[in-house]
């Protein structure tokens, strides 16, 4: 058990001793639920490899003038100043945390593209395609919400 939640449930047993009605929290322990929250996540492979560092550009964040560029390989790339989502990149793709905003059917558009470091084009700004469901979770537990959803995709590289 981490840290966090063994102080979690420390308080909770503290607060119940002295009274406080187990309804006051957010989780169900009835269940065995936690309190977390979660976020979605996007993962894009690239149909080719990309050897050596290149320019990821992203749009798409539910703003026009919203975007990230991010120099790849990178571990994580820290939120911009416009846009809150974190970017993981390598050689085979990369990773948006929290995913994009989607529309009300449950779309995410985004449009990417990728410059070499050599300058050229990898893959030209256009949209990347379909996104599909590749796992979900339960972040507090079995039966517990949310439910958390990994999306994912392939982007054609030249």
Known sequence: MSGGAAFAIRDLFIMAALGAPLSMFDCTFSKGCLARGCDNSLSVKYSTRIDGAYTLNIDGFGDASSSVTVSCPAQVAAPSLNVNVYVSCDSNGFSLVPDPTSDAN???????????????VAADMAPIGKISVLSSFHANGPDCEPTCYVYGTTLAVN
């Open 106 to 120: 449950g779309h995410i558009s985004l449009v990417c593209g990728i410059t070499r470091a050599d300058g050229t």
